[in-house]
């Protein structure tokens, strides 16, 4: 599945489920999405209320270090390769899955996470 094409909210919910964050009760996965904030509800094994792994480096930092997934700053030099800087890679310990060239490095991570596990669950 190609999870760039989803919106923040979408990942945020699948990395929800993949971490065993359940819906909030009487609310389901509704978020705060409408105002352009794509955190969802949860209640979860280490939290009740708002996750935002996309967004959110408390949300996103247990994930990162727990799978081992690297996350890498493009810094060419602008005189030579042009204006493009931005986080150019994020990729799993085993190199096996990987994502480049994402504006944001939670959302990058979030999308290799989802990746491995699809794979471990194939």
């Not at 955190?39 to 209320?49: F, L, M, N, Y």
């Not at 959110?56 to 800087?85: C, V």
């Not at 994502?99 to 490095?105: E, H, K, R």
Request: charged share 20%; aromatic share 10%.
């Amino acid at each position: 599945m190609d999870y760039s094409q989803l919106s923040d909210f979408e990942i945020n919910k699948r990395v929800a489920i993949a971490t065993g964050h359940k819906k909030f009760k009487g609310l389901g996965w509704q978020g705060t999405q409408e105002d352009s904030c794509s955190a969802v509800i949860v209640r979860g094994p280490t939290k009740i209320g708002a996750f935002d792994p996309c967004n959110n480096p408390a949300d996103a930092w247990p994930i990162i270090t727990e799978n081992k997934i690297s996350i890498m700053f493009d810094s060419t030099d602008t005189r030579y390769e042009g204006e493009y800087h931005e986080w150019c890679d994020a990729i799993s310990s085993c190199q096996k899955f990987g994502i480049q060239y994402q504006s944001n490095p939670l959302r990058a991570a979030m999308i290799v996470f989802l990746m491995m596990q699809d794979a471990n669950n194939a």
